[in-house]
């Protein structure tokens, strides 16, 4: 269906062949730089500053952090006491490096400083006396991640995992973690109870790993929701007061996890400069499972108050990015959310482990001995591996149910492999998960009843945690790990287990569903964790692999884990964050101010010789709400003038001392339709046909113009046109242009264009015109096929010189009005006039126009673009005459004679200085117009007031 006219509309991304590219762009995934220095490009800024990082890296690893990896003091225990005697040594050296080491002589560090915000700290510290504390390493791979983190001058802040009431309690434990450089937040009892164990562990982390909200107790729960939001916005609160107070300018605050996504909201509201990354280390679930949460918006736009947003895998970040769109209606780009006009950018940063401290590991004397003792006892079998918290999400009854199948199944294997499962207890305040441990106890008794012997049994069960150097030599005695999760944010377990097996090379079984699939699934064992079929079959074909596969698989996966560590993940987030920041400053100065309208008519009045351009859709129409609704109704397909404008454009019309060009994206009948009656200039189809209305249509193509892919893509754009409700594509005589403003009605059908609109992309650039000289220019709800090089600044070379020319000139112009709801592709026009205003620096003696008696100079002032356009529009010329037949309604057209201009001679056309020249983008949050009008109601406002000063002839 071809329906008549309508310019394609509202913000458009130009994209030539390479340029399409940016419509699968992954969010983020680049690398930063200093915020002082800004380079042309996000992308080149970004480049540059990993390159300094890789140099410093060579150059200048702290020596301090050499020496606390020397230091053998720094190995031992696993706890140690503070209190006031003894308060300064913890036995994790990594955390000492990480954390302590940046510290410089006098309390100064060079490094950026980084307030790490995490609901828990590195440590959970236990409670020996009224005033001294045992601290302990937490378990869980944000922890395990972040220690490995040496860049930055960084503090930890978060909940020491303990109710403290009393003042003693609470300074003396504060002072110990000074010693750690972290910060604690105190929570009491009820808080943690609604927060911690309420709403983080029963609402939102099943909800993220898709188990859906509670359902036994629906009602219960219901009825707690609110009171649990409230504790949880409270507890957010509360940590915003602690970063608050530590916070220094400069700071980059990094905000973790799901425990925290109402901060960035409490930060920005403290101090909008403030620095604010966000992190979430589960997944983000597709926005069907997100819209089930009755806080679902609120924390949805607590989140994007950050700069920037993070995740471990580009799936979460793409669900997080729709459900901004789909529930917030935001409008989703390929760099993040953007709302009126301010931009969260949103981007996926998948962690890693610090492998070298893992390869380190397993050298020392004490790891060495554990692996010795550990391959006695399982000599004769292979040794199977599962690590996991207790949880839910891990999915470790049915990891136990697949190897009980695989024993069932393989009954000569029952006594040649062991099943070792480190299960560490986790939120044993929540039901589920108390639930959970009972029925896994269940079965582990009744697999080791069904085939352990009097002196074996197949599967070992561990309720705790293991140190870091048992755990590390479990890792290199295994022979196959065994990672089932159901859902899981990453999965480290998997990254540590492939660092200690550089000389076994065991196999690692993984769950397709851990966000570890997606970089470890080249060597992997991949599994569909709830088939328990398929990971029974799983562990046969792993035990049995032959030693080429697995060093073959082990190879790529160590590659993946020595090279994308957490440093390198930490670094790249806070560049990437201090970048942005960076972005957002360039972007917020290249917001236009508003059109100053009282400026713009008192100038109009002072000059003689007033040229205006007006775009027509959305800039003389009337306007519609964002659904291209008016009035409640779908609006009338029709591009129609404002019913307002008729009187003042008359008048400005009749002006004499005022010429005025309509340029639009519209074919000619429906500039004929609309402004048929007015003594005006028409320039249809971005300008390649032009008439005034007393006169012919004439035209002009660009040389390199063929038409003959309009076939090929009128076949694509039918085909999606009948499958888009309420679509439509118009068939104009230089373009064709599809259109889906009138498919919205809600802001689903919003994304059903988008994403049809994205799948249309596809089928053009991989098809039909991948070779052709076109451009693809995506409107916010629209996508346009037109010639190579067709632009509205382009086109306003020419018509300006046939106008010239036609009125015979005397004078020159002395005001230009510039004003339309442009494509981004046709914001040239805005800068074609650029050159003709004085610049700060003193500026030559502007160009005259050269030769009166040879072709008219399209840019008047400027000899070489003058004979430039002279050159192109032989060639135009040429190219029109040829073509002519190939258009199907070109009759009634001529073609611009050129070769009758220049009744200026020897001076400037154009006589425009700052203060007379204004540009303006209308219903535009950003463009490269000097200034910005609000909608279509605003011009009618301003061109009233402009035909009261006009004078009739
Ligand atoms: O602090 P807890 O409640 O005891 O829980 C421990 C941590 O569990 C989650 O870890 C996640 O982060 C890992 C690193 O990014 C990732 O590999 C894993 O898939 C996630 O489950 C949780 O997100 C953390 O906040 C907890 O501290
Ligand atoms: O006994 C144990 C078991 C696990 N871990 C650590 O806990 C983290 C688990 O992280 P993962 O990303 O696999 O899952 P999470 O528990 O964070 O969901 C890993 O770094 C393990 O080394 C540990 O220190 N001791």
């Avoid at 434990?173 to 609604?194: G, M, S, Y």
């Avoid at 530590?246 to 409490?266: I, R, S």
């Avoid at 004439?698 to 113009?705: A, R």
């Amino acid at each position: 269906m071809a329906v008549n006219v309508k310019e394609s509309e509202e913000i458009g991304i130009l994209q030539s062949n390479q340029v399409m590219l940016q419509t699968t762009h992954i969010p983020g995934n680049s690398y930063s730089c200093s915020p002082s220095t800004p380079r042309t490009t996000r992308v080149e800024r970004l480049l540059r500053d990993r390159e300094l990082r890789k140099i410093n890296k060579v150059f200048s690893l702290p020596e301090v952090a050499r020496d606390f990896n020397r230091d053998p003091e720094l190995f031992g225990n696993d706890q140690i006491l503070s209190d006031p005697e003894n308060c300064g040594l913890f036995n994790e050296e990594e955390f000492l490096e990480g954390l302590v080491g940046c510290e410089k002589q006098n309390g100064q560090s060079s490094k950026q400083r980084l307030l790490v915000v995490a609901n828990r700290l590195p440590v959970s510290a236990v409670r020996k006396g009224e005033d001294s504390w045992q601290l302990e390493i937490s378990v869980g791979g944000l922890v395990s991640a972040l220690l490995g983190v040496k860049e930055f001058d960084a503090r930890w802040i978060g909940w020491a995992g303990v109710n403290v009431p009393d003042e003693i309690g609470q300074k003396a434990l504060t002072k110990a973690l000074a010693e750690k450089r972290c910060i604690p937040v105190f929570l009491d009892e009820e808080i943690v109870h609604q927060y911690y164990n309420g709403y983080c562990n029963n609402i939102l982390w099943p909800l993220f790993h898709y188990l859906g909200l509670p359902q036994e107790d629906r009602l219960a729960t219901t009825r707690s929701f609110q009171s649990q939001f409230d504790a949880y916005k409270k507890a957010n609160q509360m940590f915003a007061d602690v970063v608050n107070q530590h916070y220094q300018e400069g700071d980059v605050v990094w905000c973790h996890d799901y425990h925290l996504m109402f901060l960035p909201k409490c930060l920005k509201e403290y101090n909008n400069k403030m620095k604010v990354g966000w992190f979430l280390h589960t997944p983000f679930p597709s926005s069907e499972i997100h819209r089930t949460l009755p806080s679902r918006s609120e924390l949805l736009r607590s989140v994007l108050a950050a700069d920037l947003v993070g995740f471990h895998t580009y799936d979460y970040a793409r669900h997080f990015v729709s459900a901004c769109t789909r529930i917030l209606g935001l409008e989703g780009t390929p760099e993040g959310v953007e709302d009126q006009g301010k931009l969260t950018r949103v981007a996926a940063f998948p962690i890693g482990i610090d492998s070298d401290r893992f390869i380190r590991a397993l050298e020392l004397p004490q790891v060495q001995e554990d692996i010795k003792e550990l391959k006695a006892r399982f000599a004769g079998r292979k040794v199977m591996l599962g690590v996991d918290r207790l949880d839910m999400i891990k999915g470790i009854p049915q990891k136990i149910l697949a190897f009980e199948k695989f024993l069932e199944e393989n009954p000569d294997w029952r006594d040649k492999v062991v099943l070792l499962q480190i299960a560490v207890p986790t939120r044993t305040d929540v039901p589920d998960y108390q639930r959970l441990t009972s029925q896994v106890h269940e079965i582990v008794g009744r697999i080791n009843g069904r085939f352990g012997t009097l002196t074996a049994v197949p599967l070992h069960h561990l309720d705790r945690s293991l140190d870091f150097h048992a755990l590390c030599a479990l890792y290199a005695v295994t022979d196959v790990a065994l990672v089932t999760s159901l859902r899981d944010g990453m999965n480290l377990v998997s990254y540590e287990f492939v660092a200690c097996q550089a000389s076994k090379k065991g196999v690692l079984i993984l769950s397709e569903f851990a966000g570890a699939a997606q970089s470890l699934g080249a060597g992997a064992v991949l599994v569909n964790p709830w088939n328990i079929t398929e990971v029974a079959a799983s562990i046969g074909y792993a035990l049995n692999m032959l030693a080429d596969e697995r060093e073959k698989r082990h190879q790529h996966n160590f590659m993946h884990v020595t090279t994308h560590t957490s440093q390198e993940w930490a670094a790249t987030f806070v560049s990437e964050l201090n970048d942005t920041i960076v972005e957002a400053q360039l972007r917020t100065s290249k917001i236009p101010p508003v059109l100053p309208i009282k400026a713009a008519v008192d100038r109009y009045l002072q000059s003689s010789n007033r040229l205006l351009i007006l775009g027509f859709n959305a800039t003389l129409t009337e306007p519609g709400d964002i659904l291209g609704r008016r009035g409640g109704q779908i609006r009338d397909m029709e591009l129609k003038l404002h019913p307002e404008l008729k009187e003042p454009l008359k008048k400005l019309c009749d002006d004499p001392n005022t010429t005025i060009i309509v340029l639009s994206g519209s074919d000619r009948s429906v500039l004929d339709d609309n402004f048929g009656d007015y003594g005006i200039w028409l320039a249809a189809e971005n300008g390649m046909f032009l008439r005034l209305t007393t006169g012919e249509w004439m035209t002009t193509m660009p040389e390199s113009s063929t038409m003959d892919w309009v076939d090929s893509v009128k076949h694509v754009f039918e085909y999606f046109t009948e499958r888009t409700p309420r679509s439509y594509f118009e068939h104009r005589e230089t373009s064709l242009v599809w259109n889906y403003k009138y498919a919205v009605k809600t802001i689903s059908d919003v994304e059903f264009g988008r994403l049809q609109a994205r799948d249309m992309l596809q089928h053009l650039w991989t098809g039909p015109i991948s070779n052709a000289s076109v451009d693809v220019v995506q409107g916010s709800r629209s996508v346009e096929v037109r010639a190579v090089g067709v632009t509205k600044g382009a086109a306003i070379d020419r018509i300006l010189g046939e106008i010239v020319h036609n009125k015979g000139m005397k004078a020159p112009i002395d005001y230009v009005l510039c004003i339309g709801h442009f494509l981004q592709k046709d914001e040239d026009i805005y800068t074609f006039f650029e050159p003709e205003l004085p610049s700060e620096k003193p500026s030559l003696p502007r160009a005259k126009i050269p030769d009166p008696g040879r072709t008219y100079a399209p840019k008047f002032s400027n000899c070489r673009s003058a004979s430039k356009a002279h050159l192109r529009k032989q060639r135009s010329l040429s190219i029109l005459e040829r073509r002519a037949s190939n258009f199907g309604s070109v009759g009634g057209w001529r073609p611009i004679v050129h070769d009758r201009m220049s009744v200026y001679e020897g001076s400037s056309v154009l006589d425009l200085k700052g203060d007379n020249y204004f540009s303006c983008a209308v219903a535009r949050k950003r463009s490269s117009a000097r200034y910005l009008l609000g909608s279509s109601d605003d011009v009618v406002g301003l061109l009233k007031e402009l035909a009261e000063c006009s004078t009739a002839s």
